[in-house]
Nanobody, 124 residues
């Protein structure tokens, strides 16, 4: 089983940028689709972005497309989420996850391993 640890969250003002990291340990994730999800208070967990094992195909939620970029460094067993032009509605706990299936899937049911999350708060 793989362990996933997110980092890079924090409190930022609207319009700012943040980069989240997800470090994997226990096994390599280089052969797997990786995704980012988020959960705001009182809301269900929602899909943010996903990237296939070789970075060849990505998928984004409509709410973040054009502002967020998912990337990965398989040599470091790490996945990133670059978040630009942050909005208050981006405030949530952000989770990374590993999918055993192919394709940049958006359903949380398609992901087996999850990190504990990192808090992102966008507020003035």
């Amino acid at each position: 089983q793989v362990q996933l640890v997110e980092s890079g969250g924090g409190l930022v003002q609207p319009g700012a940028s943040l980069t989240l990291s997800c470090a994997a340990s226990g096994r390599s994730v280089s052969a797997f689709t990786m995704g980012w999800f988020r959960q705001a208070p009182g809301k269900e967990r929602e899909f943010v972005a996903a990237l296939t094992w070789n970075g060849g195909s990505s998928n984004y939620a409509d709410s973040v497309r054009g502002r967020f970029t998912i990337s990965r460094d398989n040599t470091k067993n790490t996945v990133y989420l670059q978040m630009n032009r942050l909005k208050p509605e981006d405030t949530a706990v952000y989770y990374c996850a590993r999918s055993p299936w192919g394709g940049p899937r958006s359903g949380s049911i398609d992901y087996d391993d999850w990190g504990r999350g990192t808090q992102v708060t966008v507020s003035s």
